[in-house]
């Protein structure tokens, strides 16, 4: 995942300027677009945001790991079935 993220929300857990909060909030609003334009999945960026705001949320870290997890399981599955399709689709032609 892009550092940016991080380092926005850096910001926001150590500055207590109100200003400087909203405008760090409005930097995150545009990198989580710009994510999502090229194709990362909403939930992750969703998940990831929730445990950079309180990284000190057990629970958050969890919910994103299990996710990545899974997520990497079907590309995985994704990936292989294509394959297959495709080397099947060449032996009968």
Not at 4 to 31: H, P, T
Not at 37 to 52: A, H, N, Q, W
């Amino acid at each position: 995942m892009d550092a940016k993220l991080y380092n926005y929300y850096w910001f926001i857990r150590c500055y207590r300027d109100k200003a400087v909060i909203r405008k760090y909030y409005r930097l995150v609003a545009k990198e989580k677009k710009r994510l999502e334009s090229l194709g990362v999945d909403k939930e992750e960026i969703r998940l990831l945001c929730r445990f950079l705001a309180n990284t000190r949320n057990a629970q958050a870290e969890k919910r994103l790991e299990s996710y990545r997890k899974n997520l990497f399981k079907a590309s995985t599955f994704r990936l292989a079935h294509f394959l297959l399709f495709n080397i099947i689709y060449i032996i009968r032609n």
